[in-house]
T-cell receptor
Framework: NAGVMQNPRHLVRRRGQEARLRCSPM?????VYWYRQLPEEGLKFMVY????????ESGMPKERFSAEFPKEGPSILRIQQVVRGDSAAYFC??????????????FGEGSWLTVV | SQQGEEDPQALSIQEGENATMNCSYK?????LQWYRQNSGRGLVHLIL?????REKHSGRLRVTLDTSKKSSSLLITASRAADTASYFC????????????FGTGTQLKVEL
């Protein structure tokens, strides 16, 4: 049973380019979360999605960032016109349920974005 | 200060010793989860403890939760060099779905 799969593991982009990070949740999980980790810091919540729905995007920057979790395929975190400050590790997580708050949340290995 | 702060920030011990890490939080929680992160890697889930639980064990790990003090501790007994990692607590607030709020972590180094 594969865990949370993220790709790419490492991504280098020039300023102004677009970054697309993909996440496939664990089998049977329908709840997906994205977190960002800056160097030497803890993880910060970005967005919580279910299939075709954004449940909570309170941690997403207002501009340039978007996320989706289509009916078919992986969840995508998209960063447009990247800037150096976007350099970070982006972690995807998934869980079987969401509403009751008692579900273990499993994390992927992360996607390390470097903006040069 | 933010929800879920770990103490100490860094801890260095000898193999075989016990390591204790503490976590404090601010709001009412549904549950608290501890994770381990090796350098450059993802987070590995260790233990989930619900707000109505006081203590949980898993192998060499023991987690306590004191909701009156809004604090939790993670004890690793008989530490090994392989336990060297960063350890994070993360809380799910009451009514907050599964949205985790992480602390800044404790960097544990276990020396041979």
């Amino acid at each position: 049973n594969a865990g949370v799969m993220q790709n790419p593991r490492h991504l280098v982009r020039r300023r102004g380019q677009e970054a697309r990070l993909r996440c496939s949740p664990m089998k049977g999980h329908s709840h997906v979360y994205w977190y960002r980790q800056l160097p030497e810091e803890g993880l910060k919540f970005m967005v919580y999605l279910q299939k075709e729905n954004i449940i909570d995007e309170s941690g997403m920057p207002k501009e340039r960032f978007s996320a989706e979790f289509p009916k078919e395929g992986p969840s995508i975190l998209r960063i447009q016109q990247v800037v150096r400050g976007d350099s970070a590790a982006y972690f995807c997580a998934s869980s079987a349920g969401g509403d009751r708050g008692g579900n273990t949340i499993y994390f992927g290995e992360g996607s390390w974005l470097t903006v040069v | 200060s933010q929800q879920g702060e770990e103490d100490p920030q860094a801890l260095s011990i000898q193999e075989g010793e016990n390591a204790t890490m503490n976590c404090s939080y601010k709001t009412s929680i549904n549950n608290l989860q501890w994770y381990r992160q090796n350098s450059g890697r993802g987070l590995v889930h260790l233990i989930l403890i619900r707000s109505n639980e006081r203590e949980k064990h898993s192998g060499r790990l023991r987690v306590t939760l004191d909701t009156s003090k809004k604090s939790s501790s993670l004890l690793i007994t008989a530490s090994r060099a392989a336990d060297t990692a960063s350890y994070f607590c993360a809380t799910v607030p009451t009514g907050g779905g599964n949205k985790l709020t992480f602390g800044t972590g404790t960097q544990l180094k276990v020396e041979l």
